[in-house]
């Protein structure tokens, strides 16, 4: 459970600096550069999905999470689903925070009634239009944007079942296209896989790539479950039953050479029979990180109802000061959010 008093915390573990403290560079202190679809040079962007499944009100879960990671996330990810138009004034206001500007990583889910063949068939045109109109109206600045991300377990590799592969590839590009199309030039799209080994060894699994010109990152969704020890094993998971599987990371660097990559979510479960588990593996993420060097963004899934467990990072003072260390460290801190352009 969460500490009450953030400040015994943080005497407890050692670390009782600022929230802001050494996070954002001065001027000049940073020879790392951003490009246009926001790759750090050096280093990558640290994030957080903050008290997903609760009732928190988003300011309030993020300023929560950022007090006790001690320093503010570069990237805030937020989900939304069907015809609820974004960003939302409180998510544009936390983007724009000043001191703490964020970069915006939104995951949207078009309909949950309307089957991927029948949106790529133009079913949703209009939603999609006024999405567009949205945001070129009120947010100007560049933004990372998943569409139905995870869509695996989602296929139905069938014919006419409006769910094959091919459907999500199709519906995938129509609604970019049509963004694009429609002035939405500063979203920069992401193509976000479960990278689970039993899917990704699917025969139609290569066939879900919406194609370069519409997707300008690669995302993965990996959570440390039983089967996995450390951050190596969990960005490059690999398993005995699915011998041809290299891992995502190992599979992503050879199929997208030229495209970088992101934990679009990740998350560590609690396991009740190790309780320093989450300790131990928040210190090897600090340590291995640098060893994956396409991996340019990290936004933890931090929830106490995650679908498989318990992913918060503050149950233990051990567990809370390893994600500290990590969310401090110089691989992490290093790039600076660009200006709006």
Avoid at 106 to 112: A, G, L, M, Y
Avoid at 126 to 141: C, M, N, Q, S, Y
Avoid at 239 to 248: H, I, M, S
Avoid at 315 to 324: D, V
Wanted: glycine content about 8%; proline content about 9%.
């Amino acid at each position: 459970m969460r500490f009450v008093g953030i400040a015994v915390i943080l005497a407890l573990v050692g670390l009782g600096c600022s929230a802001a403290e050494g996070h954002t560079p001065a001027p000049g202190e940073s020879a790392c550069e951003v490009s246009a679809i926001l790759v750090p040079s050096c280093g990558a962007w640290w994030g957080i999905a903050p008290a997903v499944f609760t009732r928190t009100p988003p300011g309030r879960a993020l300023a929560v999470a950022e007090e006790l990671m001690g320093r503010p996330a570069d990237i805030l990810h937020v989900y939304h689903r069907g015809d609820r138009l974004f960003p939302t004034e409180a998510e544009i206001r936390l983007a724009r925070e000043p001191g703490r500007r964020r970069i915006l990583l939104v995951n949207w889910k078009p309909s949950f009634h309307r089957s991927w063949a029948e949106i790529a068939a133009g079913a949703l045109d209009d939603r999609i239009d006024k999405l567009a109109a949205h945001i070129t109206k009120v947010f100007p600045e560049r933004f990372f944007l998943t569409v139905h991300h995870e869509p695996e377990n989602e296929v139905v590799d069938r014919p006419g079942s409006g769910y094959t592969a091919d459907d999500y590839r199709a519906m995938f590009r129509r609604v970019i296209e049509r963004l694009r199309t429609r002035g939405v030039t500063n979203a920069i799209t992401v193509m976000t896989y479960m990278g689970a080994p039993n899917w990704s060894s699917k025969p139609w699994f290569d066939a879900l790539y919406p194609g370069d010109e519409v997707v300008d990152w690669i995302g993965m969704d990996p959570y440390a479950d039983g089967r996995v020890a450390d951050f190596a094993g969990l960005v490059d998971k690999t398993r005995d039953d699915y011998p041809n599987w290299p891992g995502f990371y190992s599979w992503a660097v050879r199929r997208f050479p030229e495209k970088p990559l992101m934990l679009a979510e990740w998350g560590v479960f609690s396991r009740r029979a190790d309780p320093g588990f989450k300790e131990r593996f928040f210190d090897s993420v600090h340590r291995q990180l640098p060893g994956f060097p396409r991996l340019k963004a990290l936004a933890y899934f931090e929830s106490p109802r995650a679908p498989r467990g318990d992913t918060r990072f503050d149950a233990t003072g051990g567990e809370l000061g390893a994600f500290r260390r990590l969310a401090r460290s110089p691989h992490l801190t290093s790039a600076r959010i660009p200006e709006p352009r």
